[in-house]
């Protein structure tokens, strides 16, 4: 199974404007199962760097790219928030990292 971890995070005294964004990305992007499913939701953790978000989504057979996208253009609705910025990483069970290598799972 492959995964995509995204972890953001958003000054503090931003966190109005970035809670309307939220709820505003919800109308605009409703989950879409033909890609994979969420697994976290916007966890938020309060740090002194401000506040985090972190989000695991699974992704589909050949769905991989069609996600990423979608990703980057909701992440992309919080770009004009002061000081927001993101991660987007693509995670990989040990199945699928050894079959890179042309090794199997026993």
Not at 33 to 46: C, P, R, Y
Not at 48 to 74: A, D, F, Q, W
Request: proline share 4%.
């Amino acid at each position: 199974m492959v995964y995509i971890v995204t972890n953001s995070i958003f000054p503090s005294h931003r966190a109005p404007e970035a809670g309307k964004k939220f709820l505003e990305q919800l109308k605009k992007y409703a989950e879409d199962e033909s890609l994979g499913e969420t697994l976290v939701n916007a966890a938020v953790k309060t740090t002194t760097c401000g506040i985090r978000v972190l989000n695991v989504t699974t992704v589909k057979k050949g769905k991989l790219e069609e996600s990423l996208t979608r990703g980057n253009k909701i992440l992309a609705m919080y770009n004009e928030i002061e000081g927001f910025e993101y991660t987007m990483e693509v995670w990989q069970e040990p199945a699928e990292a050894l079959a890179t290598l042309g090794l199997k799972m026993p």
